[in-house]
């Protein structure tokens, strides 16, 4: 069956780095666009950043482009989240899900995975 599993998430200073994955099982990932989405406590869902299936193009929203670089790695079937010069505003629950579609529209996303933490803190 088709999974997504997100790791990598954790406690980090401010200013400090983490890199998130996201492992894609039951599914050929060449043919899907895969988006990093994250939500904190009492916010709505919010669209970080996603990767085309095509040709590998790469949308950011404002809040972390400069910060953060999505990657993916098909023939590990991976996709990554770097994430630096994090913010303590950066702190949320983080998710990757899969699309037929490069978007930042959440209900375009078919399947997701469980979530990793990240909190940004001193």
């Known amino acids: 069956q088709v999974q997504l599993v997100e790791s990598g998430g954790g406690l980090v200073q401010p200013g400090g780095s983490l890199r998130l994955s996201c492992a894609a099982s039951?599914?050929?990932?060449?043919?899907?666009?895969i988006g990093w989405f994250r939500q904190a406590p009492g916010k709505e869902r919010e669209g970080v950043s996603c990767?085309?299936?095509?040709?590998?193009?790469?949308y950011y929203a404002d809040s972390v482009k400069g910060r953060f670089t999505i990657s993916r790695d098909n023939a590990k079937n991976t996709v990554y989240l770097q994430m630096n010069s994090l913010k303590p505003e950066d702190t949320a629950v983080y998710y990757c899900?899969?699309?037929?579609?490069?978007?930042?529209?959440?209900?375009?996303?078919?399947?997701w995975g469980q979530g990793t933490q990240v909190t940004v803190s001193s």
């Open positions: 899900a899969r699309s037929r579609w490069a978007t930042m529209f959440y209900h375009k996303y078919d399947y």
């Open positions: 039951g599914f050929t990932l060449d043919y899907y666009a």
């Open positions: 990767i085309s299936s095509s040709d590998g193009s790469t």
